[in-house]
């Protein structure tokens, strides 16, 4: 009898262990969002180094009361110049927020892609910021930022005499020259690929040592030889920075070294361009987002058999409807692109050309909007 009494007990126990875990985990698969929102910085976050549209309350409600994620989201910019984790640590302190380098993706992140073909060979980086850093740190093993490299060529520049800030002092002054590539290297061994990893600082001496390096067979000073390959992080014309209208950018710097090198030599320049709006940037942030959403839920991969996308939407917020917006139609299911009006675009109606599903004012509102229209606020 008690036995009998036991066992009924036990199977209740059981039954109501059974349903509550049936319950909870119905509710824990509801809650699990299956949309994920992809910011662009430059316009929609940031204006310099200044927040924007609000940009710090609105990321603030992508977290739970204890800082912790809950809904899924990367950066997703054609800047760059500094490796994932240093933006990382940036992005977290200009906007109040922990973000982690696999939420960071820059429009020099594909070139991790290149590391097999040129692990072992000399490459020169060109950019803003720390292009070589960025380089080293993907696994190239022979880099040396245009900077290093120039400064190992006397008179390679004729108006650096002229150039008060120059370069050249930064690097004989501050910058160690990569140790891993003997300065004697420069003089015998090829140069066989330039990535503009972001935006050039010193345009007449970049483009006349690209010039240099890419008609002759990357050995600048010697007889002409194969076009080495060159690489550029993003093709953006014009970026928002807080000067009142926009800036040129590293699409303008490929058009002048373009038209300037197609003068200079017999063939065209033959260069690669990554960054939005190409569909691959679009579906590798989707893998990305993906593997947040698995970092955050250990079922992840129990329920997500298929090869489906696993998101229902996925959220582009953009400033600049010839990249951002047009990147993100181009892509099509599952993006839904929404324009703000804080960067490149300002029009009052939707964009002519690249006419976005939502224009707002700003980044906050279409927050906003994503959470009140996915029940998740
Ligand atoms: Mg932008």
């Known amino acids: 009898m008690s036995f009998q009494l036991l066992t009924k007990a036990r199977k209740r ?7 509550s875990r049936a319950f909870s985990h119905r509710s824990e698969r509801a809650c699990r969002p299956t949309f994920g929102i992809a910011f662009d910085i430059d316009g929609v976050l940031l204006l310099g180094n200044s927040p924007v549209g609000g940009s710090p309350g609105a990321l603030k409600r992508l977290y739970d009361a204890d800082g912790k994620l809950k809904i899924p989201y990367v950066f997703l910019t054609n800047g760059g110049g500094y490796p994932e984790a240093k933006r990382a ?26 590391v097999k073909r040129f692990e072992n060979d000399l490459i020169v980086a060109v950019g803003k910021g720390e292009p070589a850093a960025v380089m080293t740190e993907y696994g190239f093993r022979y880099v040396l930022s245009i900077d290093e490299y120039a400064s190992c060529f006397e008179n390679i520049d004729p108006l650096a005499p002229y150039k008060k800030w120059t370069t050249k002092l930064a690097v004989t002054q501050n910058a160690k020259f990569n140790e891993s590539v003997p300065r004697n290297d420069v003089f015998s061994k090829r140069v066989q690929a330039a990535f503009v990893v972001s935006d050039p600082v010193d345009w007449s001496r970049d483009i006349q040592v690209l010039c240099d390096i ?34 040129l950018g590293m699409g303008a710097f490929r058009i002048a070294l373009e038209s ?3 003068r200079i030599h017999p063939q065209s320049l033959e260069y690669t361009s990554f960054g939005k709006p190409h569909p691959s940037v ?9 593997k947040l959403v698995a970092s955050l839920y250990d079922d992840f991969y129990d329920i997500n058999h298929d090869n489906t996308s696993y998101f229902k939407t996925l959220y582009m917020i953009g400033d600049n409807p010839a ?8 892509t099509g299911h599952p ?14 109606e939707n964009h002519d050309k690249f006419s976005a599903d939502l224009v707002v004012d700003t980044v906050e509102e279409a927050v906003d909007y994503i959470l009140t229209k996915e029940c998740a606020s």
Do not use: C, M
């Open 13 to 19: 126990t059981v039954f109501s262990y059974l349903l």
């Open 214 to 247: 890419l008609k002759t067979g990357g050995l600048p000073g010697r007889n002409v030889g194969p076009q080495p390959h060159i690489y550029f992080a993003n093709d953006d014309l014009e970026y928002q920075t807080k000067f009142p209208s926009e800036r």
């Open 260 to 262: 300037i090198f197609n």
């Open 282 to 290: 679009f579906k590798n942030a989707e893998i990305l987002l993906e």
């Open 89 to 114: 640590f940036e992005l977290s302190k200009l906007l109040g927020i922990n973000v982690t380098p696999s939420q960071v993706l820059q429009g020099h992140s594909p070139f991790k892609q290149l």
């Open 335 to 348: 993006w839904f692109s929404i324009l703000t009006r804080t960067g490149v675009f300002k029009g009052k």
């Open 323 to 330: 990249v951002d917006i047009k990147g993100a139609r181009q």
